[in-house]
Nanobody
Framework: VQLVESGGGSVQPGGSLRLSCAAS????????MGWYRQAPGRQRELVAF???????TYSDSVKGRFTISRDNAKNTVYLQMNSLKPEDTAVYYC???????????????WGQGTQVTVSS
């Protein structure tokens, strides 16, 4: 199983970016999908996650600015980031809870990370 992220980059404060993360490989089912971020010198923190039924949870720091969504047919999760602030600068990681077979237990998979830089 592989998670491939795309959509990171540099943007000015107040701007927008959309991250994508596509899961591929031997996938039986995907439970929760989410995004985490890690800024230099700080621990990795949860940004948002979405359950298999579409329920969502956001960290307080991004609530009202970021929107997480998923396309189950494409095994893809998105993060629409609006009104970006310099403190949003970090490496963003995709995370998915995936079963590879009917009898297999869910396992946490991570993407390689994509850099988001917000600066004027």
């Amino acid at each position: 199983v592989q998670l491939v992220e795309s959509g990171g980059g540099s943007v000015q404060p107040g701007g927008s970016l959309r991250l994508s993360c596509a899961a591929s490989g031997s996938i039986f089912s995907i439970n929760a999908m989410g995004w985490y971020r890690q800024a230099p010198g700080r621990q990795r923190e949860l940004v948002a996650f979405i359950g298999s039924g579409g329920s969502t949870t956001y960290s307080d720091s991004v609530k009202g600015r970021f929107t997480i969504s998923r396309d189950n047919a494409k095994n893809t999760v998105y993060l629409q980031m609006n009104s970006l602030k310099p403190e949003d600068t970090a490496v963003y990681y995709c995370n998915s809870d995936i079963r590879t077979g009917y009898h297999s237990k869910p396992y946490d998979y991570w993407g390689q990370g994509t850099q988001v830089t917000v600066s004027s």
